[in-house]
């Protein structure tokens, strides 16, 4: 008499090859499927970190402006950002009353009193989506703020944030924003530098265009040059963009409206003033934009130039239909 449990043996059988693959393709398909979802929601979910960043920073804008009227210069006179100045509006009070603002920003020195600060790296300044590989132990800022459109010597510039023309020269009053605070852009987004002058990213290099385009006729030669350039073959300026969140000025915590998101950022024949600092990020599509009134909206890099600068601009009497950004 055969026993049940041999005849069970006998019943059992391996997989085939054919089941085999089956299940492997199947297996591969669904991870297909899964993680570009994956990745998807987790770079919805930085991006929604950085939208929060930005209004963080509105938030402590419109605070010092409550209490300054105007917002912060965009350098002051001893080189200092507005990030330095927003530190108290920031819950960042001990790191503001550790700053020796008498010396000057500039010093990097390891003597510098402000050695230590300038090394402090707070996140609140750093966008999650820039995976950019840094230099260690410096303070870095993902946030600049809006200079303006074209610059103008002698002049007080048209951006949210201005540098004095001269000494002791005052900020511009809220007033002087006569496009209106929700009309104007404060700060954005730009993809850090990674420090190597061989790395040409197009989002996160500085580049010299070769040809000296400074009068302010020439504000859309200049502007074209730097669109036009090949990033393969470009001299780079500089590989540091968003260094020392405590310094103002272009390389380190300003941008401009001189070219839409996204592009290029380069400087003509070295002259930083005359260039174009433009915003850039890692979301898909575009970058996070916040304006003069604390509201935050994401910009298609795709957006119509013209409505672009109009809303760099603090008082240039453009039409600005929000609705095309």
């Not at 570009?36 to 929601?41: F, K």
């Amino acid at each position: 008499m055969k026993s049940p449990l041999g005849r069970l043996a006998r019943s059992r059988r391996a997989f085939t090859l054919i089941e085999v693959l089956t299940t492997i393709a199947v297996i591969g398909l669904l991870i297909a499927l899964v993680l570009p979802a994956v990745q998807m929601a987790r770079e919805s979910a930085r991006r929604s970190q950085c939208s929060s960043n930005l209004r963080q920073i509105g938030l402590a804008l419109n605070s010092y402006a409550s209490s300054f009227g105007s917002f912060p210069d965009a350098s002051n006179g001893h080189g200092y950002s507005p990030h330095s100045m927003l530190l108290p509006y920031l819950d960042e009070s001990v790191l503001y009353n550790a700053i020796n603002f008498s010396e000057s920003a500039y010093d990097g020195l390891p003597t510098s009193a402000n050695y230590t600060v300038m090394c402090v790296t707070l996140s609140g300044f750093l966008c999650p989506s820039d995976g950019s590989s840094r230099r260690a132990g410096v303070g870095w800022s993902s946030y600049p703020v809006n200079r303006g459109v074209n610059y103008r010597p002698g002049t007080t510039e048209n951006g949210a944030f201005t540098v004095p023309i001269s000494s002791g020269s005052p900020s511009p009053s809220l007033a002087s924003f006569t496009d209106g605070l929700s009309d104007t852009a404060a700060a954005s987004e730009w993809v850090l530098g990674t420090v190597l002058l061989t790395d040409r990213d197009p989002k996160a290099t500085i580049y010299e265009t070769p040809t000296n385009l400074t009068r302010i006729f020439e504000f859309d030669l200049r502007a074209q040059e730097c669109h036009d350039l090949d990033p393969a073959t470009a001299k780079v300026n500089d590989p540091d963009k968003g260094i020392y969140w405590h310094q103002g000025g272009y390389l380190h915590t300003n941008y401009n409206h001189a070219l839409g998101p996204n592009d290029h950022s380069c400087s003509p024949l070295g002259w930083v003033q005359f260039g174009a600092f433009s915003a850039s990020s890692r979301h898909p599509g575009g970058v996070n934009l916040l304006f003069g009134d604390g509201h935050v909206r994401f910009v298609s890099e795709r957006v119509n130039i013209p409505l672009w600068r109009a809303v760099g601009t603090r008082n240039g009497g453009e039409v600005v239909d929000e609705g095309g950004l």
